[in-house]
């Protein structure tokens, strides 16, 4: 069985050079591996190690400890159906860096409260569905404008909208999942060009938040199913998609699937999914894939 290892670096920053790769191949055939082929996918950016004779878990263990301490992110996978046919993307933290219910606490004075919850509940230490409901809560009364008012705060992650859009230009159907709302998932589904968002909607009364979401909530476990609604509808199975997320809400989803990734996680996260981008942004997760710089859209 044909094994490959993608070794990752900071977009433009050609900190992976020939001499780390070296070091990889010859740690790995000093441990019984075979190499094949090397495929740099982008020159001081990203490269491709093939190999055989080796397990992943072994191979994933002997990189891991040699890079101990350097700036790189990297996967280890089998070769085959490498380039997943839908991506499933969490929005806050992952897609873009803002929390937004913790943004529009901090306007209303309730930041702290807020946060502290947000943080149990992204850690596993809350159930997501109650936490959620007790989040909301706290936000009753307040002006729908204000949702408005703080959608200029939402900033991209690096590399969020190439990841979509190139995935997409190749074929993929792209989803943002998210257990946040759809007033910004779907400013968001239209700034990336996603295929579609799913997310809780706020309930609003005369203009004014009603302290209550729409049931039933999308969290840990609706993430899961919506990922195989999809799967459903494309006529293609779970080993196909690649899940992209942060939190514990998310890791069902993450576990069930070909690809589920870890990006610059919470523990609970980088200690379960089986892939992670801690150092870089979200072209590992196409390199990873193996698309080449040069298939970028």
């Known amino acids: 069985m044909r094994f490959v290892a993608t070794l990752v670096a900071r977009p433009n920053s ?27 996918l982008s020159d001081g950016e990203a490269c491709d190690v093939f190999f055989s ?32 046919k839908l991506l499933v993307a969490d929005m806050e933290s992952t897609i873009i860096g803002q929390e937004m219910i913790d943004e529009l606490a901090v306007r209303h004075g309730i930041g702290d409260q807020i946060a502290k919850i947000t943080e ?18 706290l936000l009753k009364d307040i002006a729908e404008s204000e949702l408005t008012a703080i959608s200029s705060l939402m900033k991209l992650n690096p590399g969020a909208d190439t990841l979509v859009k190139t995935m997409r230009k190749h074929g993929a ?3 943002l999942v998210s257990g946040g709302f759809t007033f910004f998932t779907a400013q968001i589904r239209d700034l990336c060009q ?23 909530i999308l969290g840990r476990e609706a ?4 990922t195989e609604d999809l799967i459903q509808k494309l006529g293609i199975t ?6 992209v997320g942060d939190g514990a809400n998310d890791l069902a989803m993450l576990s069930a699937v070909g690809m589920g990734v870890g990006y610059h996680a919470k523990p609970i996260v980088q200690e379960t999914a089986e892939y992670q981008v801690k150092h870089t942004d979200h072209l590992a997760l196409l390199y990873y894939q193996g698309y080449s710089k040069e298939d970028f859209a």
């Not at 055939?29 to 495929?39: K, N």
């Not at 509940?121 to 989040?135: A, P, Q, T």
């Not at 779970?238 to 899940?243: E, P, T």
């Open 53 to 84: 004779g080796l397990a992943i878990k072994e191979a994933k263990e002997l990189i891991s400890q040699e890079l101990l301490g350097s700036p790189f992110d990297f996967a280890v996978q089998e070769t085959t159906n490498r380039r997943k």
């Open 14 to 40: 050609s900190l992976l050079d020939h001499a780390t790769i070296q070091s990889i191949s010859t740690c790995l055939t000093e441990h019984g591996a075979s190499l094949e082929e090397q495929d740099w």
């Open 173 to 175: 159907y792209t989803a």
């Open 238 to 243: 779970l080993n196909d998609v690649c899940a």
């Open 194 to 216: 996603f295929n579609e968002d799913r997310a809780n909607m706020l309930n609003i009364e005369n203009a004014k938040l009603t302290g209550t979401v729409t049931e039933p």
């Open 120 to 137: 149990r509940s992204m850690h596993g230490e809350l159930n997501f569905e109650e936490s959620l409901r007790e989040r909301v809560a």
């Open 223 to 226: 993430k899961l199913e919506a």
